[in-house]
């Protein structure tokens, strides 16, 4: 239980305000981002909004392509992987997030928490796999991103994905 509060303890830093937004982004700091060339965006937990959900994963990939890291065409060639979760309800789980079932299984052989974490609606989380050891290297958490509603968000979704990126890859401490 220890070891599954400090994994979730290890993503909560720097919190930045602008208007209704709140993003904040943490790491991994032992991770080396420098090795990292490929990655591949999906969607982990949909938000009922399929043209916003796919402008996210174009969001995303706009700002990683921007840091000089390339899509790649399937997660099986991908270095990481990259998740995107939306909350219009009012409560998820990281379980939710990577497993479609109470038992255990999880999203690709990544770990699974059973911890109980509350997300406000409209949360938008980006989280970053290595996809050799499956281990999370990356969170990024906007509140006030994410709707249901059709006409919204492409905006929102476009200035927290480059708020959530802004100091990204980081810098490997050395």
């Not at 969001?59 to 219009?88: C, F, N, Q, Y």
Request: aromatic share 10%; proline share 5%.
């Amino acid at each position: 239980m220890k070891t599954k509060l400090a994994v979730i303890s290890i993503f909560v830093l720097t919190a930045l305000c602008v208007s209704a937004q709140t993003v904040n982004a943490n790491y991994d700091p032992a991770y080396d981002f420098s090795k990292v060339k490929s990655f591949y965006v999906d969607i982990g937990t949909a938000w009922g909004n399929p043209t916003n959900e796919e402008h996210a994963k174009q969001a995303v990939t706009r700002e990683l392509t921007a840091k000089g890291w390339t899509p790649a065409p399937d997660p099986s060639t991908a270095d990481v992987h990259v998740m995107i979760h939306g909350a219009t309800a009012t409560k998820h789980t990281i379980q939710e997030f990577y497993s479609g079932n109470a038992g255990g299984e999880d999203y690709n052989g990544m770990a699974v928490s059973s911890h109980e974490v509350s997300f406000k609606a409209g949360t938008a989380i980006i989280d970053i796999f290595d996809a050799k050891t499956k281990k999370l290297i990356f969170r990024g958490y906007g509140e006030d991103e994410v709707s249901d509603k059709p006409e919204k968000n492409r905006q929102k979704i476009d200035n927290g994905v480059a708020k959530m990126f802004k100091d990204f890859p980081p810098k490997t401490k050395g």
